[in-house]
């Protein structure tokens, strides 16, 4: 049966809140730009890395940040991203409002010397380690492919079952729904909605039970353009900064 896709991504912030507190959240980066990025975050005390000022290589991640603010930030979050050699800057400052949101993942995508759609952007991705069967796995795809391929349609097969993961169409820089699997679905199948033509990528992967995983479908490296799936299997902060 078709599931209604819903975009979990975190939109820009227009306002702030008002709870006289410290407010926190637990925060994860993924590069999908260029070599040697930092994704640094920025509060009204100071500025951090989030990846200890080394920077990502491409397809690198993280690992857990656990980001503290007061009254002043409340729940509006600052990033940007930089070359992790020359502090040359990559991405401008975005705030989200992560209102909420305990758990974040923030990701780098599109071309350092891109314009309009294809330009470097950071977008970031809710993610829930509750509230699923312990004999499933949870998944997410993020479509970070160039943006003239246009939409996405992803399924996950399985010998007996096949799931659509994007009734509709996954757009470019955004995310499906968390789905919660069977182990035995695990074959990523990509291609484009409405068409005949053979898929544009198929491959099959290893799944654990009761573990969250994220796709990106990308360009293999940031200087080569063939479509890649990416699979991460983040860890539970509650687990990892304990």
């Known amino acids: 049966m078709k599931k209604q896709l819903s975009i979990s991504l975190l939109t820009l912030c227009l306002f702030a809140c008002s709870d006289d507190e410290l407010y926190t959240t637990n925060a994860i980066a993924v590069n999908h730009l260029g070599p040697d990025v930092d994704v640094l975050y920025h509060n009204s005390d100071h500025s951090s890395s989030l990846t ?10 993280s690992n857990w940040n656990l980001l503290t603010q007061d009254t002043q930030d409340e729940t509006v979050y ?10 040359e800057q990559l991405i401008d400052k975005i705030s989200f ?3 909420g949101i305990e758990n974040v993942l923030l990701f780098t995508y599109g071309k ?17 380690f509750e509230d699923f069967s312990s004999e499933k796995y949870a998944l997410y795809v993020v479509h970070a492919y160039p943006a003239e391929l246009g939409e996405l349609a992803v399924t996950m097969n399985g010998a007996e ?10 757009g470019y820089g955004h995310a499906t729904t968390r789905f919660s699997l069977d182990p035995t679905i695990n074959q990523l199948e990509v291609s ?18 009761n573990t969250v995983n994220v796709i990106f479908i990308a360009p293999q490296a940031h200087n080569n353009n063939q479509i890649k ?11 990892e900064l304990s």
């Open 161 to 170: 079952q096949s799931v659509e993961l994007t009734e509709d169409g996954l």
């Open 78 to 87: 600052t990033f940007n991203a930089v070359d992790a050699n020359s502090q």
């Open 52 to 61: 200890e000022l080394t920077g990502l290589q491409y397809g690198e991640i």
């Open 229 to 239: 799936a990416f699979k991460y299997t983040i860890n539970d902060p509650l687990n």
């Open 112 to 128: 350092e010397s891109g314009v309009e759609q294809q330009k470097a952007t950071l977008r970031g991705l809710a993610l829930d």
């Open 97 to 99: 409002d992560l209102s």
């Open 192 to 209: 484009q909605p409405d068409t005949q033509n053979a898929p544009l990528l198929k491959e099959t992967f290893f799944f654990e039970p």
